[in-house]
């Protein structure tokens, strides 16, 4: 095997002027009006990510300052430096005495700071202007800082500062007001391959225009990384010379990607709630090298795509346009609705930052994705909880007796009012319909007798413990709020109800709750008790996060329904 070439891209094709510096037109633009104009600022601030060439920008800016032309006789600053004359090469090779680098992350203090301010009283000693160039400035100490302000407030006219930063915010207002402030944007990914692809050319190198896409994405935007990345494509390739071609297939294994069109499979299998084939194709993937993380990458960016498709048809992106996958992702948009793709877009978010924090990825991937496929099967949550029903693996009460599954409300006698006899029938059970209307088993029936909102319904329900109840004979004890005129009320409704004579005695004993007060208590076991089905919590462990609001007859009548018509059949 023959040993790769040792090469350096990012530095053997580091521009040495404006017009290879890419993707950074405005900056290019403010620059060449004010060299045209002679109003050169005396410090300039740079900033943007990592990568993005502010260092290399500084550099340009140094040699335009100080460029003297290839037959020295330039005697003003130029946007176009020669790259030959000694000021220009010294700078390249970074030796020149009059311009300083300084990288404020390992030299913060203000000892630090004080040399420069010493030095710039002198003249520069060969070139047109002392440039002072520092890196990631932020990182000076405030007590830097402020030795560096004075200088900016009143610069010699031979001395220019260019301040590098990642962070713009930390660096003090008053510093950033003396400066001219040039924003590197991030450079476009296909901006990116297409540099790439020249550069390809020139090293003489076959490099599939795949491979280059995939390289110019995973830079996110900065040149040097992606001409370390192609560096590392060569080196991977084999002997990097003319022999071997650079494929897509080397880069993706290299940046541990998957294929765009398994990760397209494995997508749809997902939102099509096919869970085990999901996940044999993410094992697949994780076989071939594909690392977990950018497999949540590429699906959270399949989603994108997908949601960008169906608000506009003609969106291009992540699947190449006329591709065999475009046109799958196209046919996938037209099925999903919106609503499905931002729920897995707002999943696989999720899912991408446990991705990240586990200490084995692979593992919280595969979670991530069983969520998202179990989610994707399950549209309104009334077709999960009839496909809960009908699956026979969750019966109603799950292994409890029928019977003994309901005793927030079968401990009281069974009655005709619907609020109560709900819960039973959420749960099946027969409501007894032997209970002949006249007789009285309970206060409830009494009630029942009595017309709506009547003044002794009301205290019945309110005012009331019942003590005891046979045929004939009633006790209760009456809370203080009871009117005195009750027992009578009470017994000449009973007699007049039932044609018999009735006893109403008052009692000292305790008794029962008030109606009122079993009502309520009722309401909160069936609370508990709604809580504990099998199926309600299935949903409730299937909505991270979700909670019963309430509990409502209806919706039980709804879900009893098909259990009845089914067993009918
Ligand atoms: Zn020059």
């Not at 005396?42 to 500084?58: N, P, S």
């Not at 100080?66 to 090469?89: A, F």
């Not at 680098?101 to 630090?112: K, L, Q, V």
């Not at 209970?435 to 029942?448: F, G, K, M």
Request: neutral net charge; contains cysteine.
């Amino acid at each position: 095997m023959v040993d790769a070439p040792y090469r350096v891209l990012a530095r053997k094709y580091r521009p040495s002027d404006f017009t290879g510096l890419i993707g950074q037109e405005a900056l290019v633009t403010t620059l060449t009006n004010a060299f045209a104009s002679g109003r050169i600022a005396h410090a300039f601030m740079l900033t943007g990510v990592r990568g993005v060439g502010k260092t290399t920008t500084a550099r340009i800016i140094a040699r335009a300052l100080n460029c003297i032309g290839p037959d020295g006789k330039r005697t003003e600053p130029t946007i176009h430096p020669c790259g030959v004359c000694e000021p220009c090469v010294s700078i390249a090779e970074s030796r020149s005495v009059d311009v300083q680098e300084m990288d404020a992350a390992s030299r913060t203090g203000i000892d630090d700071i004080r040399e420069i301010i010493e030095g710039v009283r002198y003249a520069p000693v060969a070139a047109r202007y002392k440039v002072y160039i520092i890196d990631e400035v932020h990182m000076l100490s405030r007590q830097a800082f402020n030795g560096l302000l004075k200088t900016l407030e009143e610069p010699p006219p031979h001395v220019k500062f260019i301040f590098a930063t990642t962070e713009i915010r930390k660096v003090p207002v008053t510093v950033l007001s003396r400066c001219q402030r040039f924003d590197l944007r991030r450079i476009d990914s296909a901006e990116l391959a297409t540099y790439l692809a020249t550069l390809a050319e020139k090293e003489a190198v076959k490099v599939e225009d795949g491979a280059l896409a995939l390289i110019a994405r995973a830079a996110e935007g900065s040149a040097r990384d992606a001409l370390s990345l192609l560096d590392q494509a060569i080196a991977h390739a084999g002997d990097g010379g003319d022999g071997d071609r650079i494929t897509a297939e080397t880069v993706r294994r290299m940046l541990g990607l998957a294929d765009r069109g398994r990760v397209l499979d494995l997508f749809e299998k997902l939102m099509a709630g096919k869970v085990q084939e999901a996940l044999a194709d993410l094992k697949d993937l994780y076989d071939a090298g594909a690392d977990p993380l950018a497999v949540m990458q590429d699906l959270l960016e399949t989603t994108h795509f997908l949601t960008r498709l169906k608000v506009a048809p003609a969106a291009q992106g992540f699947f190449d346009g006329g591709s065999g996958e475009a046109k799958r992702a196209a046919e996938l948009a037209a099925k999903l609705p919106v609503a499905a793709l931002t729920r897995a877009w707002q999943m696989l978010l999720k899912g991408l930052f446990e991705v990240r924090d586990a200490t084995r990825p692979i593992l919280a991937c595969e979670m991530a994705l069983i969520r998202l496929a179990y989610a994707s099967e399950l549209p309104p949550t009334e077709k999960l909880v009839r496909d809960l029903l009908d699956s026979n693996a969750i019966s109603p009460r799950g292994g409890e007796g029928k019977g003994e599954g309901v005793k927030p409300s079968a401990a009281r006698p069974s009655t005709s009012s619907a609020s109560i006899a709900a819960a039973p029938r959420l749960a099946a059970q027969p409501v007894p319909a032997d209970v002949p209307t006249a007789s009285i088993r309970s206060l409830q029936d009494i009630v029942a007798l009595c017309e709506p909102r009547s003044e002794l319904r009301v205290n019945l329900e309110h005012n009331v413990h019942l003590v005891r109840l046979e045929q004939g004979l009633i006790e209760i004890r009456p809370t203080p709020k009871a009117p005195r005129t009750l027992a009578n009320d009470l017994q000449q409704k009973l007699r007049s109800a039932t044609g018999e004579r009735w006893t109403v005695s008052i009692s000292n004993e305790a008794g029962a709750l008030t109606l009122a007060e079993q009502k309520k208590a009722a309401h909160s076991a069936r609370l508990e008790s709604v809580m504990q089905e099998p199926m309600v919590r299935a949903v409730l462990d299937r909505f991270p996060g979700s909670e019963i609001v309430a509990v409502r007859d209806k919706a039980a009548e709804d879900i009893a329904a098909p259990i009845q018509s089914e067993s009918d059949e």
